[in-house]
């Protein structure tokens, strides 16, 4: 994506979560006089500041969210790293980031002051969403909002585990809502949710919610500066929670996903350094075989959008619906070009 990157808020490796080093910020400046007692300094004065009304109630507001949803937000731990999961049901299922899970098990999972060893129910990379299931903790699950029900400016409170520190809260907005976000890695999301709420490492798979405490989405990434290659401060970017239990709910009863929602070509493909996406393979009777397309054509262009990479290519589907009819642009291997519709079908579940 030009002028931007994003990457996964990956899950945060143990030996670092054990030497996180929390620095003493000194606030200076303050226009008080001070009387010094010994070691002891006081401060003097009687202009006590006076919140408004409106101010004490959005704290009171926001204190509740936190005390109501954090004993539903868990931490996920696996030899390659750390994350964070919301508890979806009575049953003792947690849904999570896919990259948290990445790598196998075993897991574990520490809710309050205990740590269970979990099991992975199954996952589903191209919408980067996974379950794990704890037996007999007696967990309680978190309230999901509607998230097509959300507005810009709504207010967003994170909950999660960065960089290994537990329950930690931060706040912001909906700041926008985004179609065809790639991860990066040949995955791209659909839809997601833009926030001001600062999200870091150890945040994936942790909640994003509302002022009324349900979950609106769960951070997966967050910006960088490209110049700078360091996290772009307020851009972080949550899955909708409408998609969050679509995936979820397939994954808890059938262990994969039935009916992803999601475009298919029915094609194997590769780079090919910027100049398009190679297609190394062709499912017999898929949408690409029906249109004529073959093995060695290159995918230059979908509904006149370029794709010269996979992740380009991905963007672009992942906005695309099953069913729907596009025109795809195809470079031959004898150097002709030419336009072919075919109709997308569904991306199978895993």
């Known amino acids: 994506m030009r002028g931007r990157h994003l990457r996964w808020l990956a899950p945060l490796a143990g030996a670092l979560a054990a030497g996180v080093i929390v620095a003493a910020v000194s606030l200076g400046g303050s226009s008080k006089p001070a009387a010094t007692r010994g070691a002891t300094t006081v401060v003097t004065g009687t202009d006590a500041v006076r919140p408004s009304s409106a ?3 959005f704290q009171q507001s926001v204190t509740a969210v936190v005390k109501e949803l954090s004993p539903s937000v868990v931490q996920i731990q696996n030899p390659q790293g750390l994350g964070s999961g919301i508890v979806f049901d009575a049953k003792g299922d947690i849904v999570t980031n896919n990259h948290v899970v990445t790598g196998g098990g075993p897991y574990k999972v520490t809710a309050g002051r205990h740590t269970y060893a979990a099991q992975l129910v199954g996952s589903f990379a191209p919408d980067d969403l996974a379950v794990v299931h704890v037996s007999g903790a007696g967990l309680r699950p978190a309230s999901f909002a509607n998230s097509h029900a959300l507005q810009v400016g709504d207010i967003a409170i994170a909950i999660g585990n960065p960089l290994g520190l537990r329950s930690s809260v931060t706040e912001g907005i909906v700041s926008a809502f985004r179609q065809g976000v790639s991860e990066g890695n040949d995955v791209a999301l659909p839809s997601m ?9 150890g945040n994936s798979g942790g909640a994003l919610a509302d002022i009324e405490g349900r979950v609106i989405g769960i951070p997966t990434l967050a910006a960088t500066d490209p110049e700078l290659g360091s996290a772009a401060p307020g851009i972080g970017f949550a899955i909708p929670s409408d998609l969050v239990k679509q995936i979820a709910t397939q994954i808890i009863e059938h262990g994969h996903v039935v009916n992803s929602h999601r475009a298919y070509l029915g094609v194997q493909i590769g780079e090919t ?5 190679y297609i190394g393979s062709v499912a017999a009777g898929g949408p690409a075989a029906k249109a004529g397309v073959e093995p060695g054509d290159v995918i230059t262009a979908v509904n006149g959008k370029a794709t010269p990479t996979i992740d380009d290519l991905t963007s672009v589907l992942s906005e695309l619906k099953p069913g729907t009819t596009v025109r795809v642009r195809l470079l031959t291997q ?17």
């Open 334 to 350: 004898s150097g002709a070009r030419r336009t072919v519709r075919l109709t997308l079908g569904t991306y199978p579940g895993s």
């Open 273 to 277: 350094n910027g100049a398009g996406v």
């Open 193 to 201: 949710i833009q926030t001001s709420a600062p999200i870091n490492p």
């Open 55 to 57: 101010a004490l109630a």
